[in-house]
């Protein structure tokens, strides 16, 4: 079985609270943090990538994304998917080559730029020269941004992704969508749904997510900012540490 057939039947048959959780390594190093935990395989946050790189969400350059994923595939042997956002205005072969040449199994494509949702036709159509290009080399999974940059209504989201499903994505990610309402989307949607968790105190865990239906959980930039934070509380430690008094001898 291949890498990225193995990816893919790891999206099937899963049974309800039990879907497949991907973290989002934004790094070689935090990606072999992951695999030494135990998934089975990652996917990567663009705006997790970003923030490693320097740039602001949406601003890193293609080149500097695709190196970024490929350190990342390098540094593991599980499937890797990346995010890479709209497809950065590449036509759909070059994309998948691209997506091949850095070692990745998928990609997440966004129906959205620059904050307002693309034209579903044009996007499924888009996803169907992608898919063609691909043909079973990669797995697409199709960003829905309907709860993000739309009017929040899920028979839109389940219209769109009902488009691109027919165009042969591989698995839709209406993301952001409240999870009271992934029933009903899991209900509208074929194929496997992707949920994210915002990691929450209060929020829904991925085996709730994945008993509301949700076929895989990913975490966008959620981990790397949680890493980073712990990172911050580290460094502002350091000036206490080093002015501390020094521990007498043992007995004194």
Same mark, same amino acid.
């Given at each position: 079985?291949?890498?990225?057939?193995?990816?893919?039947?790891?999206?099937?048959?899963?049974?309800?609270?039990?879907?497949?959780? $991907?973290?989002?390594?934004?790094? #070689? %190093? @935090?990606? &072999?943090? *992951? =695999?030494? !935990?135990?998934?089975?395989?990652?996917?990567?946050?663009?705006?997790?990538?970003?923030?490693?790189?320097?740039?602001?969400?949406?601003?890193?350059?293609?080149?500097?994304?695709?190196?970024?994923?490929?350190?990342?595939?390098?540094?593991?042997?599980?499937?890797?998917?990346?995010?890479?956002?709209?497809?950065?205005?590449?036509?759909?072969?070059?994309?998948?080559?691209?997506?091949?040449?850095?070692?990745?199994?998928?990609?997440?494509?966004?129906?959205?730029?620059?904050?307002?949702?693309?034209?579903?036709?044009?996007?499924?159509?888009? $996803?169907?020269?992608?898919?063609? #290009? %691909? @043909?079973? &080399?990669? *797995? =697409?999974? !199709?960003?829905?941004?309907?709860?993000?940059?739309?009017?929040?209504?899920?028979?839109?989201?389940?219209?769109?992704?009902?488009?691109?499903?027919?165009?042969?994505?591989?698995?839709?990610?209406?993301?952001?969508?409240?999870?009271?309402?992934?029933?009903?989307?899991?209900?509208?949607?074929?194929?496997?749904?992707?949920?994210?968790?915002?990691?929450?105190?209060?929020?829904?865990?991925?085996?709730?997510?994945?008993?509301?239906?949700?076929?895989?959980?990913?975490?966008?930039?959620?981990?790397?900012?949680?890493?980073?934070?712990?990172?911050?509380?580290?460094?502002?430690?350091?000036? @206490?540490? &080093?002015?501390?008094?020094? !521990?007498?001898?043992?007995?004194?």
């Amino acid at each position: 079985m291949s890498t990225v057939e193995r990816f893919r039947a790891l999206h099937h048959g899963r049974a309800p609270g039990d879907p497949l959780i $991907l973290p989002g390594p934004w790094d #070689a %190093a @935090a990606a &072999r943090v *992951f =695999v030494a !935990a135990g998934f089975p395989a990652l996917a990567t946050p663009s705006a997790g990538v970003a923030a490693s790189l320097g740039y602001e969400d949406g601003a890193t350059p293609a080149d500097e994304m695709f190196a970024a994923v490929a350190r990342i595939t390098r540094a593991v042997d599980v499937p890797v998917s990346a995010d890479v956002e709209g497809g950065y205005g590449l036509a759909p072969g070059e994309l998948v080559e691209r997506l091949l040449e850095a070692g990745a199994v998928g990609c997440n494509l966004e129906d959205s730029d620059g904050g307002v949702l693309k034209d579903p036709h044009a996007h499924a159509e888009y $996803l169907a020269e992608v898919r063609s #290009a %691909a @043909a079973d &080399r990669l *797995f =697409v999974n !199709a960003r829905v941004d309907v709860f993000l940059h739309g009017d929040k209504d899920p028979e839109r989201a389940i219209e769109r992704a009902a488009a691109y499903v027919a165009a042969g994505a591989d698995c839709v990610y209406p993301i952001l969508a409240p999870a009271d309402v992934l029933p009903l989307l899991r209900s509208g949607i074929q194929g496997p749904l992707n949920a994210l968790a915002l990691l929450e105190p209060d929020g829904p865990s991925p085996a709730e997510l994945g008993e509301l239906g949700a076929s895989r959980v990913t975490f966008g930039p959620g981990l790397q900012r949680r890493a980073a934070a712990a990172l911050r509380r580290i460094a502002e430690d350091i000036p @206490a540490r &080093r002015h501390a008094p020094a !521990a007498g001898p043992a007995g004194a």
